[in-house]
């Protein structure tokens, strides 16, 4: 047998390359090991200890943090306004907006949140007939993230009365909008990461209906009886379209007529499934 | 398409008979086809493969004829390939044997 | 077939010469010719040796894989390996059931592995990025419910990769001595014949 050369063996080749004897490479080895255990025990730990386990309830360990979760509800009158227009941006939490909101209420917002200062910030502004009200999200600070335990919950109820341009921006988590009493004028939504779930009503929407998703299962619900065609732009995951008929790059009702006003959708998704259901 | 497996046992076999005695290409060929129905060409690839593994040296010797020949031997650590490879073949047959005669056993 | 000394070991040479040295090749051939001699003189015919012997094709293949896998063994490279696969395969049929799936299994293996160690290198910091702007206060890089334990998962995933691409290499090595010896199992136990 030959004597071996550098070059001829592409293994202790790569190794030499790296400038590593065979003593280094197991010290690195167990480094990396040592800090990947080390890491994951210590966010397990932090998850345990503040409560974010799946099916865990958290503790209140915290002086930051009040015991119990509050929740308070503001209700925002119309005020004779003749139309509206809601924002809602979350950074992480549960939304649920529907439709119901008392008589001359614009909105009734409903909120569950650990720590006093998590209260969303609303602002109304009248302009003309035109009410507008923003909700937002105040942002967390690293102290209230690692002190306070999630759940956030925001249950939104809107005006059927009047139309309403709405907007709904979260960050993370499940979304969930059934819009099918509204009056809707326009409809944008817009989830980070989580599930959501979409309910519109048959009268048509006329504005535009926009969809934008980052990760998550969307669950998009429309009557049947309404004139509505949805195209979808899905980056990885299935498109299931119950109820539907296909025409061209648009998922239409049965029985759509371009004739008559139509309610236009755009979805777009990145990772996730799409289901358009027509009921 | 006929797959077999004599090839195996051939190492076995031309081991065993280096160990009785030194041959030549022809003799060892001729010493194995008789017992063993096999394509004798590829006794040669496996004397190359013996001699690059270690187990087989060859050297040079003058015949009658006068055209010198070539010998195959075995060498120490050919000796020893040859002495485990023919227990465990014998372990193997022992083995099959056994089971041959429970079954006939069983079936009186 | 009818063939002749000539036939037989020109076959033998026109199969052998680009692969075995000159040496090797002189060896095999000698070999073959001195069979042929010592055949004749005892008086069998050409035709009758060259039927004994087998095909010279088969014998070719035989030794060129043979003496791929040698060389795959003492010179550790990709373009080796193949070689040594690919020559194995031509011994046979089933061969590509008993070689060339599991070679193939073992490659895309390899590559499954690595590619799930870059991905987590790759991700593993972005994540620790994202869960540290979140710290510092901008819902909108949320990306899981409680950032400080995220950053450290993000770790841990970032140091997993790097595991994974560094035992990727360790089982590639392993994968290719095991591949060796079995490729030389299989060369020298298996033959795939029309006649006998």
């Known amino acids: 047998m030959s004597a071996k050369e550098p070059g001829d063996d592409m293994f202790a080749d790569l190794v030499s390359r790296l400038n590593l004897s065979g003593l280094t490479v197991t010290k690195i080895i167990l480094w990396l090991l040592a800090i990947t255990i080390v890491s994951f025990v210590i966010g397990v730990g932090i998850l345990a200890v503040f409560g974010d386990l799946p099916g865990g309830h958290g503790k209140t360990a915290s002086p930051?943090?009040?015991?119990?979760?509050?929740?308070?509800?503001?209700?925002?009158?119309?005020e004779g306004a003749t139309y509206g227009s809601v924002g809602i941006t979350m950074g992480a939490g549960e939304l649920t907006v529907r439709g119901g909101a008392p008589e001359d209420t614009l909105m009734e917002a409903t909120v569950?949140?650990?720590?006093?200062?998590?209260?969303?910030?609303?602002?109304?502004?009248?302009?003309?007939?035109?009410?507008?009200?923003?909700?937002?999200?105040?942002?967390?600070?690293?102290?209230?993230?690692?002190?306070?335990?999630?759940?956030?919950?925001?249950?939104?109820?809107?005006?059927?009365?009047?139309?309403?341009?709405?907007?709904?921006?979260?960050?993370?988590?499940?979304?969930?909008?059934?819009?099918?009493?509204?009056?809707?004028?326009?409809?944008?939504?817009?989830?980070?990461?989580?599930?959501?779930?979409?309910?519109?009503?048959?009268?048509?929407?006329?504005?535009?209906?926009e969809i934008n998703l980052g990760i998550g299962d969307l669950t998009l619900r429309v009557p049947k009886s309404g004139n509505t065609r949805i195209i979808v732009h899905s980056g990885v995951g299935d498109v299931s379209r119950s109820g539907f008929v296909e025409q061209g790059e648009f998922f239409t009702t049965p029985g759509y007529d371009p004739e008559r006003p139509v309610t236009e959708i755009r979805v777009k998704q990145g990772v996730g499934s799409t289901s358009l259901e027509a009921v | 398409m006929n797959i077999q497996f004599k090839k195996g046992v051939l190492e076995i076999c031309v081991l065993s008979v280096l160990a009785h005695k030194d041959c030549?290409?022809?003799?060892?060929?001729?010493?194995?086809?008789?017992?063993?129905?096999?394509?004798?060409?590829?006794?040669?690839?496996?004397?190359?493969?013996?001699?690059?593994?270690?187990?087989?040296?060859?050297?040079?010797?003058?015949?009658?004829?006068?055209?010198?020949?070539?010998?195959?031997?075995?060498?120490?650590?050919?000796?020893?390939?040859e002495h485990e490879?023919?227990?465990?073949?014998?372990?193997?047959?022992?083995?099959?044997?056994?089971?041959?005669?429970?079954?006939?056993?069983?079936?009186? | 077939m009818l063939q002749n000394e000539q036939e037989f070991i020109r076959i033998l040479k026109e199969r052998l010469e680009g692969t075995l040295a000159r040496e090797e090749l002189d060896d095999i051939v000698s070999d073959y010719s001195e069979h042929f001699r010592m055949g004749k003189e005892s008086g069998r015919t050409d035709e009758e040796l060259c039927k004994s012997l087998g095909s010279p094709e088969d014998i070719a293949r035989e030794l060129k894989a043979l003496h791929l896998v040698?060389?795959?063994?003492?010179?550790?490279?990709?373009?080796?390996?193949?070689?040594?696969?690919?020559?194995?395969?031509?011994?046979?049929?089933?061969?590509?059931?008993?070689?060339?799936?599991?070679?193939?299994?073992?490659?895309?293996?390899?590559?499954?592995?690595f590619i799930v160690g870059i991905l987590f290198a790759v991700f593993g910091p972005v994540g620790f990025v994202f869960s540290l702007i979140q710290l510092a206060g901008q819902p909108a890089f949320a990306i899981w419910l409680n950032p400080a334990a995220g950053a450290f998962f993000a770790i841990s995933i970032t140091t997993m990769g790097l595991l994974l691409i560094i035992g990727d290499y360790y089982l590639a090595r392993f994968f290719y001595r095991v591949g060796i010896r079995y490729l030389k199992w299989n060369i020298s136990v298996i033959t795939d014949t029309e006649e006998i």
């Not at chain 2, 227990?87 to 044997?97: D, G, I, L, P, T």
């Not at chain 2, 056994?98 to 056993?105: D, P």
């Not at chain 3, 193949?82 to 599991?102: C, K, M, Q, R, W």
């Open chain 1, 64 to 78: 930051f943090v009040e015991s119990g979760s509050l929740g308070n509800t503001s209700s925002f009158p119309l």
């Open chain 3, 70 to 113: 040698k060389k795959a063994e003492n010179s550790k490279s990709c373009r080796n390996i193949f070689h040594a696969v690919i020559a194995t395969l031509g011994l046979g049929l089933f061969n590509l059931v008993f070689v060339l799936v599991p070679f193939l299994i073992l490659l895309v293996m390899l590559f499954v592995v």
């Open chain 1, 112 to 209: 569950f949140y650990r720590n006093a200062e998590w209260q969303p910030v609303i602002a109304e502004s009248v302009n003309g007939s035109q009410k507008s009200i923003t909700m937002t999200d105040k942002g967390h600070t690293a102290k209230e993230w690692v002190a306070v335990h999630s759940p956030n919950t925001w249950d939104v109820q809107l005006s059927n009365q009047v139309p309403l341009d709405l907007t709904v921006h979260t960050g993370a988590g499940d979304t969930s909008l059934d819009l099918s009493h509204l009056n809707l004028a326009s409809l944008v939504v817009e989830n980070g990461a989580g599930d959501t779930e979409i309910t519109l009503g048959s009268a048509p929407v006329p504005g535009s209906v």
């Open chain 2, 24 to 81: 030549y290409g022809y003799e060892l060929v001729n010493e194995i086809s008789k017992r063993i129905d096999i394509s004798e060409g590829t006794i040669y690839p496996l004397l190359h493969r013996l001699k690059d593994e270690g187990y087989v040296t060859t050297y040079l010797q003058e015949s009658a004829g006068g055209a010198p020949r070539k010998y195959y031997r075995l060498t120490e650590s050919g000796r020893k390939e």
């Open chain 2, 85 to 108: 490879q023919k227990e465990e073949w014998m372990r193997f047959c022992a083995s099959v044997n056994a089971l041959l005669e429970g079954k006939n056993n069983a079936a009186e």
